[in-house]
């Protein structure tokens, strides 16, 4: 009888963490605007990832937000917001128009610092790893998109510029 109610204790111990390990999924925000504030508050980046619902690379990718490795490294270094493509609101398409916003498809990776200002993008495959260097790469504001212009003028026509 005791050796059962040890097992049982195991065991529910067990399926709690295993519980607690699946339920960590990258935490999206609701509302652009109130993200975008939120963002600015917090001096962290927006990472808004940009998919369609039918678009089975975005639905490959939104199976890894809920991977420890990404959720992990997501909520504590962006603010992170998505828009489906499908149900654009208005308060999203406003925001799309004037950022100045002309995605080439999806999935797009943005990211924007809390004035709203594009400093990286990506086009993700549907990789743990290249979701989470995406992720670096937009932190390291040497290698993020923002950063290929002032290189350029400053005379750097290395390849990693010029491809960046």
Do not use: W
């Amino acid at each position: 009888m005791r050796f059962m109610k040890r097992f049982s204790v195991v065991l529910l111990i067990q399926f709690c963490l295993i519980l607690s390990v699946c339920a960590q999924r990258v935490n999206f925000e609701t509302n652009i605007d109130s993200a975008f504030l939120k963002a600015k508050q917090e001096n962290k980046i927006l990472f808004l990832d940009y998919y369609s619902q039918t678009c089975h690379i975005c639905q490959a990718i939104s199976i890894h937000f809920a991977n420890p490795a990404v959720s992990n490294f997501y909520n504590p270094n962006f603010i992170n917001y998505k828009i489906n493509v499908d149900q654009i609101s208005d308060q999203e398409q406003n925001f799309i128009n004037q950022a100045g916003l002309k995605p080439p498809g999806v999935p797009v990776f943005f990211f924007f610092n809390g004035e709203k200002k594009l400093v990286h993008f990506a086009v993700p495959p549907a990789e743990v790893k290249a979701i989470v260097d995406i992720g670096h790469t937009a932190l390291d504001s040497n290698m993020r998109v923002e950063s290929v212009e002032r290189k350029y003028k400053s005379g750097n026509r290395s390849i990693n510029t010029l491809v960046a």
